[in-house]
């Protein structure tokens, strides 16, 4: 058989192809106005998708170094490993309780109170977006995003009873917190049809763009009810209890304020403009604080101090947290520089009225500056910020709004910490012994020191 030379199978597959080509429609207008926009979606899903991860990440960054060593500089040295164990832990901890039901009940849709069983085992989170919460990242994103926050509120509360409490107090005590006292009330602020949602169906809207009320108030005020009751720690207030590492604590505030960044900006959920405003708004909120409290601080007392500097900052950051993306920056300003004076007075002052002990003033810090916040975003909440607000009644009835979930957050927050004690301390006691807490708890519950220099 004669084989046909190169050449002709050229000619031939060109000829072919030719007709192929001539056989096929050209792109229409709308085809391509359609790849256009399949385009630009795609672009804007992975752009969101990585800020959104970017985010959770820093905010888990905030539990993990930050809380730890701000906390544990603020404690004796004898117990700084047994702060930086609860904050460790509790890493752990959240994230597997969250991945087997936490998710669901905080973001089910069964009541106006606690969300149902449907997302039970992250069942249903997969890559597809959840219309309701976000329409441009995964499903997924949103529920490690939404973790990060359920890690660092319990371990707020440890600044509280630090230097006091068991650790098998502790791991009881955040697990019953966290499932009877958080998700409650993170389901009825952000679940869909919870009762304090603005956006998806609650019938008394509270805004709190990044968890004023669900986070730093519930945290808050439940540390003052551990601090009242486990009682005093011993010596105190007789006997100086001082930080044993301010540096390590100026540390911890710094990542603190840089991971806030994700708390806040992150929650816009998206890497669009809402995002550079919650950004913006939250450092001028954390930096006109700061100079607030050390202004207050060095006119009452002579000298300004690090420990006031870093402490102001923290309070503007739990301010600004719930009107991050709906107030404008200057606004922002106003809201830090109130927030720096009264959260001082709360501490410097007021705590030494009271005689309670609130071991690194979480309760004065988060529960107050959280409650300050709350309320001021009624009063400076601006459409032109957001257009999701609904304003039109004019921003007293919605500060009304915020007043009320501050009494539902503050109410859930008591009563049920006060239960949740009361079941911690018959089943292993909450307090470790007077001899235990004199020698350490980094000793007394973990068998470790945290300097220790031999070789």
Not at 74 to 85: E, P, Q, T, Y
Request: glycine letters at 12%.
């Amino acid at each position: 058989m004669i084989r046909p030379s190169t050449a002709r199978y050229g000619a031939l597959l060109t000829t072919l192809a030719a007709v192929a080509m001539a056989q096929e429609p050209a792109p229409t207008v709308d085809s391509k106005i359609a790849a256009l926009e399949a385009a630009v979606k795609s672009a804007q899903t992975s752009g969101d998708n990585a800020w959104v991860l970017v985010s959770s990440a820093l905010v888990l960054m905030m539990t993990g170094p930050g809380l730890a060593l701000f906390y544990g500089g603020l404690v004796r040295k004898k117990n700084v490993l047994s702060v930086f164990m609860q904050c460790v832990i509790l890493m752990g901890l959240v994230s597997v309780l969250w991945a087997l039901f936490g998710y669901s009940l905080a973001f089910g849709e069964s009541s106006p109170f606690i969300g149902d069983l449907r997302y039970v085992f992250l069942n249903g989170v997969g890559a597809e977006p959840n219309g309701d919460y976000a329409a441009t990242i995964p499903h997924q994103t949103f529920a490690i995003f939404q973790m990060m926050f359920a890690i660092i509120t319990p371990a707020l509360i440890c600044g509280a009873f630090a230097e006091r409490m068991k650790f098998s107090a502790m791991m009881l005590f955040s697990t019953l917190w966290l499932c009877l006292v958080y998700l409650p009330m993170a389901h009825m602020v952000w679940g869909k049809g919870g009762l304090l949602n603005a956006f998806l169906g609650g019938s008394i809207p509270c805004y709190d763009f990044a968890g004023g009320t669900v986070v730093h108030i519930t945290s808050g005020v439940s540390a003052l009810v551990c601090a009242l009751y486990l009682g005093k720690r011993v010596g105190y207030p007789t006997e100086p209890i001082k930080p044993h590492s301010l540096v390590l604590a100026t540390v911890g505030a710094c990542l603190l304020w840089v991971g806030w960044f994700g708390f806040n900006a992150g929650s816009a959920l998206g890497a669009g403009s809402l995002a550079s405003a919650a950004f913006l708004t939250t450092h001028l909120a954390a930096a006109a604080a700061t100079l607030s409290w050390t202004i207050a601080e060095w006119f009452k007392q002579g000298k300004p101090t690090v420990l006031g500097a870093i402490s102001g900052c923290v309070a503007g950051l739990v301010c600004i947290t719930p009107a991050a993306g709906f107030v404008t920056p200057m606004s922002a300003i106003i809201m830090g520089l109130l927030v720096g004076v009264v959260c001082f007075v709360m501490v410097a002052m007021v705590k030494n009225m009271l005689g309670y002990d609130d071991s690194l003033d979480a309760f004065g810090v988060h529960g107050v500056g959280g409650t300050l916040g709350a309320i001021l975003t009624g009063v400076f909440a601006d459409k032109a910020v957001n257009s999701g607000l609904n304003l039109d009644a004019g921003n007293a009835a919605q500060t009304m709004n915020q007043a009320i979930g501050v009494a539902i957050a503050w109410g859930l927050a008591i009563v049920g910490t006060l239960i949740i004690l009361k079941i911690v301390d018959v089943v292993v006691g909450v307090r470790v012994s007077r001899d235990e807490e004199i020698e350490g708890l980094d000793l007394s519950q973990h068998g470790e020191d945290g300097y220790s220099y031999e070789s």
